[in-house]
Each structure stands twice: as C-alpha cells, then as structure tokens.
C-alpha cells in the first residue's frame, strides 16, 4: 500500500536557503559549466568547503563528524545546490547513501574511519551494484567473494559505476555464497579500495563527452575481512534499504531544473499563450513530484524504510525530466538571445538516456511499485 502523508519544511529548514545560497556565490568555481543534474561537476575544493561548512553529512550524528541535522534540513540544502547547478559529483553518493548505510550497517570501526572523511568532504564512494547481462536485476549478480586467510578474494565486474575513475571507494554487492532458491540469499556488501591491486576502472565515454559512468573488473582482489559491511548473507536487505535513499531525492525531477528556469527567464514576464502553458505545465509536475519527495523524506525522519514510494518518485522524475526537455524545447521562442538556454539543454539531452539506468530502470521500478501494491 501506498502512502504519502503530507510534509511540510520547518521555517527552521527554510532559513537555511539565505545562507546556502550565499555559500554557493562565494564558492561556486570560476567556469563552472552549470548544469543541476547530481553529476554534472566533480570539484573535490567544492565538496571539501561544503565539509568544512557543515553541509555534508548533515543528518549523521555530531559524534562521527556530522551536523545532527534531520532529513528536512539536508532536503533544502539539497535543493539549493542542484538549483544553482552546483558541482556536487565528488561528494554526492557518500553523503546520499554511504553515509547512512554505514551509520545503520556498519561496524563501529568503518563508522569511526569513513564518517568523519565523507563528513568532511574529502572521502568519496561508489556504488558496485549493476553487473553486464544483469540489467537492474541485482539478484543475478555473479561477483563473488571467496573466503580465504584474511579476508576475501573477489572476482567479477560491475558496470555504469557511477565516478569509479574519480573516486576513493566502491560499496560493493557480491556473492558470499553459491545462488540458491531464494534468488536474494547469499549476497554481501564489501568497501573495496579503488586503487587496491587487481582492480580495474574502464571509463565509459558518453555522448556527453564525458565518463561518469565505468566498468570496474575485479582480478582476483584481496580484500581484509574489516571491509565486510554489516552480516555476512544480509546484503540484499542492506541495499533495498540504502536504495530507498538514493531514488527518493530531489535529485530525482531536478536534473533538468536549470532548462526549466532558462525557459522561464527566456518566456519573461507576458509569455505568449502556449509558453504559458508549457510554464505551467511544467511548474504543475515539477510541484508535485516535490510534495511526494517531501513526503518520503518526512518518512525517513520518522525512520521508516518507504523503498516503494520511494522507486515511484524516481519513475515519475525519470518520465519528468524526459518530458520536461521536449516540452521547452518546443516552447521556447527563437528571435531572442538563447545561448545560455541552448547550453543547459544541449547538455541535459546528451545526459537523459542515462536518468532511466541509474539508482533501476523503469521496468524495474515498475515491478517494484507492482509488488507493493499486491498486483503481482
């Protein structure tokens, strides 16, 4: 069953916006090509002053070098800095979901050693989940990790591993134990080193011109049992309970925010009849696809695990920011100055085939919503 209780922000919450934007002015590199999707800019100096402001790891207790903040709080940070188009890349996986799946999973030793780095901006992850002829199936992982003296020996790939060839970590879902009837038995979570020996990062190039996405193969890499996440075997509950955090966000209808604000500023103050309308339309999606993302962050405050609101709002957004390129595009006037407009777009559209693969694909997610409602 479904359910999106009404949320709303804390005047606490909204008086962050002021001061995170100020932040964001002073901060913003020289150059930077904005553009808000969560991807779009790797700046470890961004990511390390957001640290030493007390933006990241928000809502991990102070204890472990985070700010104690509730999910609202981190929500309108989160918000203001894909609005701006800021360069989060570096830090957004750890600060999303590593931090607290780690918080929640994690032995006291990996809290006291990764939480204060991903706190401070300077410790970034990847996510091992998807594997080549596995699709978003992750139940037909085939990475394996072996027992032996000392720890376990890894062999396998993982594929659209999202910054693999910027970052420091992969948490990473392997096969601690053969496949059996029960498809999401046996699986485990491992924080591998990206630089460890036997491991191999293969950019993949992108229309874009980019390589946020990569394959990373595992040759037989050793890696010590106190990278073992949480209890052998509890890998599958572990991930569906991190992947609640990573499909419910903003980010998940604010990609292609900065096209919709162009549109805006192009249209102006009297846009004509259908640009009215396209405004409108827009505004109307982009609206409620925020009340059902508050809702879910209002849950995860309250700390429950709201996985199927969750995958509801990433399908929507997915669908959202797809709809959202084509709608502008065609409502957008032409006998104006619209370079930067045709920037922010360019770039989106070269970046959209990839909102549907990350964090499951829609046929996914479907199943998922499906299950959750008792349809299959």
Not at 131 to 140: C, F, I, K, R, V
Not at 299 to 304: A, E, H, S, V
Not at 329 to 349: G, K, N, Y
């Amino acid at each position: 069953m479904l359910s999106f209780d009404p949320a709303t922000l804390p005047e606490s919450s909204e008086q962050l916006r002021p001061v995170i934007r100020e932040f964001i002015a002073t901060n913003l590199p020289a150059g930077h090509r904005r553009n808000s999707d969560f991807t779009s800019g790797h700046s470890p100096e961004f990511s390390s002053a957001l640290g030493a402001a007390g933006w990241l790891g928000m809502t991990i207790p102070e204890r472990y070098g985070g700010g104690g903040r509730g999910f609202f709080d981190r929500y309108v940070v989160t918000e203001e800095l894909l609005a701006a188009g800021a360069p989060v890349g570096a830090h957004w996986i750890s600060d999303r979901q590593t931090a607290p799946l780690l918080l929640g999973h994690g032995t006291q030793a990996q809290r006291e050693f990764y939480l204060p780095l991903i706190c401070a901006g300077t410790c970034y992850f990847s996510i091992g989940m998807s594997e080549p002829n596995a699709g978003s199936d992750l139940a037909a992982i085939r990475t394996t990790a072996e027992r032996v003296d000392g720890g376990w020996l890894v062999n396998g790939t993982k594929l659209w591993t999202t910054g693999a060839h910027l970052n420091h970590y992969l948490m990473t879902l392997v096969r601690t134990s053969p496949p059996s009837e029960n498809r999401h038995a046996g699986m485990s979570q491992l924080i591998i080193d990206l630089n460890a020996q036997g491991v191999h990062v293969r950019p993949i190039d992108s229309m874009t011109g980019n390589s946020e996405f990569n394959e990373v193969v595992f040759t037989d890499v050793l890696v010590p049992d106190s990278a073992l996440v949480g209890v052998e075997g509890n890998g599958w509950q572990q991930v569906t309970s991190e992947l609640g955090y990573e499909r419910s966000g903003p980010e998940r209808f604010l990609s292609t925010f900065r096209v919709f604000l162009e549109l805006v500023r192009l249209v102006g103050h009297n846009p004509q009849g259908d640009q009215a309308a396209a405004v409108g339309r827009l505004a109307s999606h982009l609206l409620s696809l925020r009340r059902m993302s508050l809702s879910v962050a209002g849950m995860l405050q309250d700390g429950k695990m709201p996985n199927v609101e969750a995958a509801l709002v990433k399908d929507l957004g997915n669908r959202f920011e797809k709809l959202s390129l084509e709608i502008a595009r065609l409502a957008a006037p032409i006998d104006c100055d619209r370079e930067v407009f045709d920037q922010v777009l360019t770039d989106s559209l070269l970046l959209s085939p990839s909102f549907s693969l990350r964090g499951g694909t829609s046929e996914i997610l479907r199943g998922m919503i499906a299950r959750g409602l008792g349809l299959r």
